[in-house]
């Protein structure tokens, strides 16, 4: 795909005949697709690799193994992984990226693998060096392709915890009634719903749609609350929460978003992790929000990207969603398609859950 001129193709590329000795050969299996692929499909953002004009799409990836270096310990041929998406910037100076956190890349000039100046893994086999692959077991095949965008949610909670840790009497699991709204009812807000729920905050999805639908059951399946944003003002949500400790915006910056921004509650935290693309302003009552950030101790912050830690965590996650909600887990995934699928799957607006391209039918 170019995308300059969001010209979407299929093209046939030679395979990486010889491996390094710490480089893994991937055979891909799922794919999933996000917003940013769809924003990428339609020209609106993505860079291709220096000295490349095109840019293979993908960035959600589960695959298998299929051939290693003379010097990989880590994982064996067989074995399930799923890839990083953000790789370091080469920069020296880049204290971040040299402690291997290039989640919080100081210089921006760091590769995302499908999205920023490196190819993506709609491809049949990619070769990657072994640090960047996160093993995934066997048993979670059907949803290991969530491991990523989950990697997203975990990232945003640690850090909450992280900044929390400023309030001495509050630590996670120490039974404290905490109460978290999640804005936005797409994989990215249920993924979020479900950390949130399993970190023993009392949950409430707040999206667009009247329920009962899939999105609705979702969330009542997990233990969470669906609030249907089209019945009930700002007011009346927050005014059913009660004190709102953390919100978790997962529109990508809606009005909505704004509206909850003036109504949370005292030592709160606000965590962004939409990104809003081209969207109208959105008017904000500015001298509120700033009066309850600072007499309320509120706190606002961004997450974006993953640590190796946070990868770890999705896995770990996703084995026990599984056992606690098997069925829930599986809905999110609403479909799987072939790659023939791809102008379609790609600049559709879908308003399904996570949809997937897949290469191994069984
Ligand atoms: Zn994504
Ligand atoms: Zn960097």
Redesign the pocket.
Known sequence: MVPASGDLCLVDRPEVPVLGPRQVRVRVLDVGVCGTDREIACARYGIPPPGQEDLVLGHEALGQVVEIGNRVSRVAVGDLVVPSVRR??K?LD?V???ARR?DF??????AERGILRADGFLVEQFVDDEEYLHRVPAELRDVGVLVEPLSLAEKAIAQYWNIQSRLSWLRRGQGHQLNAVVLGAGPVGLLGGLVLVSHGFRTSIVSRGEGPDPRSNFAESIGARFVSADRHSPDEIAEQVGPIDLVYEATGASPLAFKMLERFGTNGVFILTGEPGRKAPVEVDSPRVMRNLVLKNQLVFASVAASHDDYQAAVRDLQLFRERWPDALGSLISGRYSIDTYRWLLRCESKDMKEVFSFDPS
Do not use: K, L, M, V
Request: aromatic share 8%; net charge neutral; hydrophobic share 15%.
């Open positions: 370091p910037c920069q880049c971040a990226c040299q290039p890349c100081a210089t921006g000039n760091y």
